[in-house]
T-cell receptor
Framework: QKEVEQNSGPLSVPEGAIASLNCTYS??????FFWYRQYSGKSPELIMF????GDKEDGRFTAQLNKASQYVSLLIRDSQPSDSATYLC?????????????FGQGTILTVHP | DGGITQSPKYLFRKEGQNVTLSCEQN?????MYWYRQDPGQGLRLIYY???????QKGDIAEGYSVSREKKESFPLTVTSAQKNPTAFYLC???????????FGPGTRLTVT
């Protein structure tokens, strides 16, 4: 079983719709959770992070964390063609993990006009 | 203008040659990381450093070496012992709290 799993997609949504990206993780001791956006040929850009159970909203983005189910998701409201990218889920283990992040494979999102 | 710089953007080398990738940050971050990204495989940790003059192997350190002589700089050398060096190399640094990592623009290395 992979440590961090994402559906590779591609996920295709129409412009203006809500895009829902999902991520599961295997380490119950994980403490911190991150979403990165990566445009083709570019480096990952941090767009959201969440540490506590529940929802965290930032503009059109909402991160949702459920530690009991070992599940983190990213919702993108009013999706735009410029949101088309690969979204990487990253998880930081607890304890003395030197800040190591474990990344999922990424989900390719396509927003079509 | 704070950030992380990597150079060069593209690098081409012949097999058997060592090559050094540069990573510099002016964010005053203590921790720095090197990752490798291959198509369809996500990011994998090569080396990390939490403070100057100290660094640790990550998950795929074989064939790589690093140094951390200054807080701002964390160069990565890809040696001839690395069997599949062609990849996208990403340097990151981390804030002291929270743990968010920020990436540089990356270096795309092609070895033929």
């Amino acid at each position: 079983q992979k440590e961090v799993e994402q559906n590779s997609g591609p996920l295709s949504v129409p412009e203006g719709a809500i895009a829902s990206l999902n991520c599961t993780y295997s380490d119950r001791g994980s403490q911190s959770f991150f979403w990165y956006r990566q445009y083709s040929g570019k480096s990952p850009e941090l767009i959201m992070f969440i540490y506590s159970n529940g929802d965290k909203e930032d503009g059109r983005f909402t991160a949702q964390l459920n530690k009991a189910s070992q599940y983190v998701s990213l919702l993108i409201r009013d999706s735009q063609p410029s949101d088309s990218a690969t979204y990487l889920c990253a998880v930081k283990a607890g304890g003395t993990s030197y800040g190591k992040l474990t990344f999922g494979q990424g989900t390719i999102l396509t927003v079509h006009p | 203008d704070g950030g992380i710089t990597q150079s060069p953007k593209y690098l081409f080398r012949k097999e058997g040659q060592n090559v050094t990738l540069s990573c510099e940050q002016n964010l005053n971050h203590d921790a720095m990381y090197w990752y490798r990204q291959d198509p369809g495989q996500g990011l994998r940790l090569i080396y990390y450093s939490q403070i100057v003059n100290d660094f640790q192997k990550g998950d795929i350190a074989e064939g790589y070496s690093v140094s951390r002589e200054k807080k701002e700089s964390f160069p990565l050398t890809v040696t001839s012992a690395q069997k599949n060096p062609t990849a996208f190399y990403l340097c990151a640094s981390r804030t002291g709290t929270g743990g968010e990592q920020y990436f540089g623009p990356g270096t795309r290395l092609t070895v033929t």
